[in-house]
């Protein structure tokens, strides 16, 4: 008995490449791809799903690079020593100039807190910044910049010079980003000074 076909209108066969599924903002991503034998294969975010027995899947590319990012080399952590310096001779404006300079008290009360790791101190006489006492030094090996800062108070600064340190002690060159430095090391900053080994000027061009 011949087949009598079905009401309606005939299906045309599809040809060229399934569309691919756009989904909206939110939604698990969807991506197609074709294996070797033009097997169709879905991927919903991380996972591949398998194809029919017999195709031989090909490896997605986004997730190849995934893969090399992970694997890429990381730079080594700066371990060079962290030193503040504190110029001990340094006054403060309205400070009895026969008592203890506050320089030598901000010495001592960095002295006696408990420094971050990889951090030193030591007390030198006179930065030559006698106008922004009490003046200190940040420095931190030849990669590293260096900063001066002045206008500390050896009652008030004392734990943000200690977070400052922690975060400069914590960066390969020095450079801390600005909305995570205490307020003293963004406002009471008197100059930086490149490391030994930053190119001059000629050297780029």
Known sequence: MPLVPSAGKARE???GPRP???RKPGDLPTH???GERGVSQLVVGAHLCPPPAGTAPLAPQWMCALMA???AERPAPNTAEVTL???TTCKREGVDPEATRPGTLLLSALSEAT???GVAVRGVECLSACKRGCAMVLTGGDTRWSYIYGDLDPEAHVDDILAGAAAYAA???GLVPWRERP?????QSIARIPPITFPCKDETT
């Open 32 to 34: 197609e791809t074709t």
């Open 183 to 187: 307020q003293v090391f963004r406002k």
């Open 69 to 71: 990012d992970d694997m």
């Open 13 to 15: 066969p599809q040809t």
């Open 20 to 22: 691919v599924e756009i």
């Open 85 to 87: 310096t504190i110029c």
């Open 115 to 117: 420094l971050p790791a």
């Open 171 to 173: 960066t390969t060159d």
